[in-house]
């Protein structure tokens, strides 16, 4: 038998002379900053912040159904097409499969601004009234740009922090949970008590924040630092998390205060300040940890490229090799190579490997379930504070609140499951099933109200459903590997939308909209003589909530089903491969250093 091809690395190297130039070091400084990869992360904290804004729905909704005089049903089938938009990111995730992140941010820009600004035309009667298709179509493409900002952001982040997937994905989607409490803060001290100009701010604040980072969020492949492989990198994750938390907790006390006592915009400005601060807090820490890189880099030598070179094969040995590998392959059927020589979990599979996988098919029914049912209370829940007698400021406190809670999931559900994983070895899909149970007790505290019941179900429904879309995001990030992930990810979340359609636009809108029609008939009044078709009362989402929460029980099911099916996958290392190549990466850094 011969022996195994040795490795060996050419590295080559650049040496630097400093000279004592001060103004040289601060560039020096400055470049390492804004080129790192926790620069980066800082960011994409902020782009997703902004990437939130189809949870404000609930705000607005009520403008779009007065102003263009729209029923129940119709302001739900808008509603659908902001799930429709919001969660349908094949084609964002097809585009970063060949282009690199910036093209990706600056659509999302172009879209985000588009769709939203036209949205604010209409309600502000700058234009005609539009056809119900055209508003259709306007926030379809609006909410789209969330997928985008979400493919550039998050591929790249976890390609560049692969052993943490869980941690970062809490944190990134946790900011897109709270970016609907901070655009409230901000468009509060902005435009005062406008809801239609909250319409506006969405427009072009997002845009403008992936405009000014579109050449930061990239995949960096900087120096390995040894101090990085002894878990220090998590602990800067947690600094992270702490200040998220402080941010959280402020806006929640602040939207509190503010349902209490009357701000003047003196208040209100005083508030927004403090939660930009908050925002930018992540920035100082990851100048620290940039600084911490550069302290620890050798100053005379840094390597810019790597060259692996395999010798001990010959001419013939080569070509063998290579016929080895090829031969298989090519005697594989598409159907063969599809459904019967698929990888290991964990493993990196093809994008129809993927999709056409049982796990996967168990995902579709779990989002339908889960997302559809949790798209379908967030789009209803200003009618749903209307029905039940609660005032316009209270309905934006749940606005708030389920944004707020949102953020409080995603980051439980990140963190807490990454914890349980590594030590327990406790499945993410059994976190699932746990989340999808709670989200059940949240519908059905709207099928059955009593006093302050609103504002407990807003806490659960955000905490949940923020919850689900980070563990769906991980788990097909482990089953299915990383190199197909930009697409695979945007397919795991299609039953979402599909869910929304029929639970929200079918089921939900039509009972509202019969239900107040009945209000209408016993007060002798026909559809004709009134502007808004309004329900007052218990009965108003009463049946329909009651089956959203039988639907989520039946995807909490589902995900038993997965667990028994990925029960040996998750009792192994899933991050062995990256552990492994760490390790090499570690032995080499020791001989350079």
């Not at 980070?470 to 788990?475: D, K, Q, R, S, V």
Request: charged share 15%.
């Amino acid at each position: 038998m011969n022996d195994p091809p040795s490795v060996s690395k050419r590295t080559t190297a650049i040496n630097r002379n400093d000279g004592g130039d001060g103004g040289s070091q601060t560039s020096r400084i400055a470049v390492q900053v804004l080129q790192g990869r926790w620069f980066s992360l800082f960011a994409s904290f902020l782009i997703m912040a902004g990437a939130g804004a189809t949870y404000l729905f609930g705000i607005y909704s009520k403008d779009i159904k007065t102003t263009l005089r729209y029923d129940q049903t119709t302001l739900n089938l808008i509603g659908f097409f902001k799930d429709v938009g919001s969660s349908v990111g094949v084609v964002s995730g097809l585009i970063a499969e060949v282009t690199p992140t910036w093209c990706l941010l600056l659509i999302g820009a172009a879209v985000n601004f588009t769709g939203y600004f036209m949205i604010w035309l209409a309600v502000t009667n700058r234009i005609p009234n539009p056809r119900v298709w055209h508003m259709c179509m306007y926030m379809c493409i609006a909410a789209n740009a969330q997928n985008f900002e979400n493919t550039g952001v998050l591929v790249t982040t976890l390609r560049n922090f692969p052993e943490n997937r869980g941690v970062v994905l809490g944190l990134l989607k946790g900011f897109t949970g709270l970016s609907g409490a901070i655009m409230t803060q901000i468009y509060l001290a902005v435009y005062g008590d406008d809801s239609k100009a909250v319409i506006l701010l969405i427009a072009w604040l997002p845009a403008a924040l992936s405009v000014a980072f579109v050449y930061t969020i990239r995949e960096i492949n900087g120096p390995k630092v040894k101090e990085y492989y002894n878990g220090n990198e998590l602990r800067v994750f947690y600094r992270f998390l702490y200040v998220s938390i402080v941010l959280a907790l402020f806006i929640m006390a602040m939207t509190i205060a503010q349902k209490m006592v009357v701000f003047s915009p003196a208040g209100y400005a005083s508030s927004c300040s403090v939660v930009c601060f908050l925002l930018f807090a992540p920035l100082f820490i990851s100048i620290k940890q940039e600084l911490a890189i550069l302290k620890k880099t050798n100053q005379e030598e840094i390597r810019v490229s790597e060259v692996i070179t395999i010798h001990g094969l010959d001419h013939d040995q080569e070509s063998s090799l290579n016929d080895l590998n090829l031969k298989p392959k090519s005697k594989l059927s598409c159907f063969e190579i599809i459904f019967l020589n698929k990888p290991e979990r964990g493993e990196d599979y093809s994008i129809l490997q993927a999709l056409l996988s049982v796990d996967m098919i168990i995902l579709y029914v779990v989002t339908f379930c889960g997302l559809g049912t949790s798209f379908t209370a967030v789009d209803n829940l200003g009618q749903i504070g209307e029905s039940l007698g609660y005032p316009r400021k209270s309905i934006s406190t749940f606005v708030s609140l389920l944004s707020i809670w949102n953020y409080f999931g995603r980051i439980f559900s990140g963190f807490v499951s990454e914890h349980l994983l590594v030590k327990y070895k406790f499945p993410r899909p059994l976190m699932m099933t746990l989340v999808l149970f709670l989200s059940c007790i949240g519908h059905f505290l709207i099928a059955f109200p009593f006093s302050g019941s609103v504002y407990i179900a807003s806490i659960i429904i955000g905490f949940s459903f923020g919850a689900q879309l980070p563990l769906i995001f991980a788990i097909v990030s482990e089953l299915f590997g990383l190199k197909r992930f930009s697409t695979l990810f945007n397919c795991a979340q299609l039953g979402g939308p599909v869910g929304s359609y029929i639970l929200n636009v079918r089921v939900t809108g039509p009972w509202y909209d019969r239900e107040a029609m009945k209000v209408l008939e016993r007060s002798g009044l026909d559809r004709s003589s009134v502007k808004e078709l309004v329900c007052i009362g218990k009965a108003c989402y009463k049946w329909s909530f009651m089956m959203l929460g039988g639907v989520c029980c039946i995807g909490a099911l589902a995900t038993l089903v997965l667990v028994t099916r990925t029960r040996e996958f998750y009792n192994g290392d899933i991050y062995s491969k990256f552990k492994e190549q760490k390790g090499v990466a570690k032995i080499e850094d020791s001989q350079l250093g």
